[in-house]
Protein backbone atom coordinates (compact mmCIF):
# COMPACT_ATOMS: atom_id res chain seq x y z
CA UNK A 1 0.00 0.00 0.00
CA UNK A 2 1.75 3.28 -0.99
CA UNK A 3 0.39 6.91 -1.12
CA UNK A 4 1.54 8.69 -4.14
CA UNK A 5 0.76 12.74 -4.59
CA UNK A 6 0.37 15.48 -7.01
CA UNK A 7 -0.28 18.62 -7.73
CA UNK A 8 2.92 20.72 -6.42
CA UNK A 9 4.83 23.11 -8.41
CA UNK A 10 5.75 26.89 -8.65
CA UNK A 11 3.00 29.71 -8.25
CA UNK A 12 2.91 33.45 -7.42
CA UNK A 13 1.50 34.29 -4.53
CA UNK A 14 -2.00 35.23 -4.74
CA UNK A 15 -2.61 32.06 -7.25
CA UNK A 16 -4.31 28.60 -6.50
CA UNK A 17 -2.90 24.72 -6.39
CA UNK A 18 -4.85 21.43 -5.98
CA UNK A 19 -2.69 18.40 -4.27
CA UNK A 20 -3.99 15.25 -4.51
CA UNK A 21 -3.04 11.99 -3.16
CA UNK A 22 -4.45 8.52 -4.07
CA UNK A 23 -4.00 5.34 -1.88
CA UNK A 24 -3.08 2.25 -3.43
CA UNK A 25 -2.03 -1.25 -3.23
CA UNK A 26 -3.39 -4.57 -2.17
CA UNK A 27 -6.94 -4.71 -0.66
CA UNK A 28 -7.51 -1.74 2.39
CA UNK A 29 -9.36 0.50 3.76
CA UNK A 30 -8.83 4.44 4.44
CA UNK A 31 -9.61 5.95 8.07
CA UNK A 32 -8.22 9.75 8.78
CA UNK A 33 -6.07 11.34 6.21
CA UNK A 34 -4.29 14.65 6.01
CA UNK A 35 -1.80 16.91 4.69
CA UNK A 36 1.30 18.00 6.38
CA UNK A 37 4.26 20.17 5.18
CA UNK A 38 7.80 20.88 5.81
CA UNK A 39 9.66 24.05 5.22
CA UNK A 40 13.60 24.35 4.42
CA UNK A 41 15.16 24.34 8.59
CA UNK A 42 11.47 23.98 10.48
CA UNK A 43 9.69 20.70 11.32
CA UNK A 44 6.63 19.26 9.65
CA UNK A 45 4.03 20.63 11.22
CA UNK A 46 -0.29 19.37 10.31
CA UNK A 47 -1.90 21.42 7.32
CA UNK A 48 -5.60 20.00 7.27
CA UNK A 49 -7.31 16.80 8.19
CA UNK A 50 -10.49 14.90 7.60
CA UNK A 51 -11.86 12.12 9.03
CA UNK A 52 -13.17 8.94 7.43
CA UNK A 53 -17.29 10.57 7.75
CA UNK A 54 -15.74 14.13 6.48
CA UNK A 55 -15.05 15.82 9.33
CA UNK A 56 -12.36 18.61 9.04
CA UNK A 57 -9.66 20.46 11.13
CA UNK A 58 -7.09 22.97 9.96
CA UNK A 59 -4.11 24.41 10.98
CA UNK A 60 -4.62 28.05 11.78
CA UNK A 61 -2.45 29.71 8.84
CA UNK A 62 -4.56 27.26 6.43
CA UNK A 63 -8.24 28.51 7.59
CA UNK A 64 -10.13 30.14 5.15
CA UNK A 65 -7.83 29.64 2.37
CA UNK A 66 -7.28 25.92 1.96
CA UNK A 67 -9.80 23.29 1.44
CA UNK A 68 -9.18 19.67 2.26
CA UNK A 69 -11.95 16.84 0.83
CA UNK A 70 -12.24 13.16 -0.26
CA UNK A 71 -13.17 11.04 -2.62
CA UNK A 72 -13.44 7.62 -0.48
CA UNK A 73 -14.58 6.05 -3.67
CA UNK A 74 -11.35 6.66 -4.85
CA UNK A 75 -9.10 6.31 -2.02
CA UNK A 76 -7.85 9.96 -2.49
CA UNK A 77 -7.68 13.22 -0.79
CA UNK A 78 -7.31 17.04 -2.01
CA UNK A 79 -6.29 19.93 -0.55
CA UNK A 80 -7.26 23.27 -2.69
CA UNK A 81 -4.95 25.94 -1.82
CA UNK A 82 -6.28 29.49 -2.85
CA UNK A 83 -4.36 32.52 -1.75
CA UNK A 84 -1.49 31.70 -1.77
CA UNK A 85 1.57 33.06 0.29
CA UNK A 86 5.32 32.89 -0.03
CA UNK A 87 5.18 31.06 3.34
CA UNK A 88 3.49 28.28 2.30
CA UNK A 89 6.53 27.49 0.46
CA UNK A 90 7.13 23.71 1.66
CA UNK A 91 7.40 20.24 0.85
CA UNK A 92 3.86 18.98 1.35
CA UNK A 93 3.08 15.33 2.51
CA UNK A 94 0.22 13.33 2.60
CA UNK A 95 -0.35 11.12 5.62
CA UNK A 96 -3.04 8.61 5.96
CA UNK A 97 -4.44 5.77 8.92
CA UNK A 98 -4.97 2.49 6.47
CA UNK A 99 -6.54 -0.75 7.24
CA UNK A 100 -4.89 -3.62 5.58
CA UNK A 101 -4.67 -7.12 6.26
CA UNK A 102 -1.90 -6.70 8.61
CA UNK A 103 -4.17 -4.38 10.58
CA UNK A 104 -4.58 -0.37 11.27
CA UNK A 105 -1.39 1.85 9.98
CA UNK A 106 -0.35 5.38 9.58
CA UNK A 107 1.33 5.61 5.79
CA UNK A 108 3.40 8.80 4.22
CA UNK A 109 3.63 9.65 1.01
CA UNK A 110 7.04 10.75 -0.85
CA UNK A 111 6.25 14.44 -0.56
CA UNK A 112 5.44 17.41 -3.50
CA UNK A 113 6.92 20.32 -3.46
CA UNK A 114 4.74 23.69 -3.25
CA UNK A 115 6.98 26.95 -4.45
CA UNK A 116 4.90 30.20 -4.09
CA UNK A 117 6.73 33.08 -5.77
CA UNK A 118 6.76 36.92 -4.49
Known amino acids: VQLVESGGGLVQAGGSLRLSCAAS????????MGWYRQAPGKQRELVAA???????MYAGSAKGRFTISRDNAKNTVYLQMNSLKPEDTAVYYCNADLITRLGLGNYWGQGTQVTVSS
Open 25 to 32: GSAFSTNN
Open 50 to 56: ITSGGRT
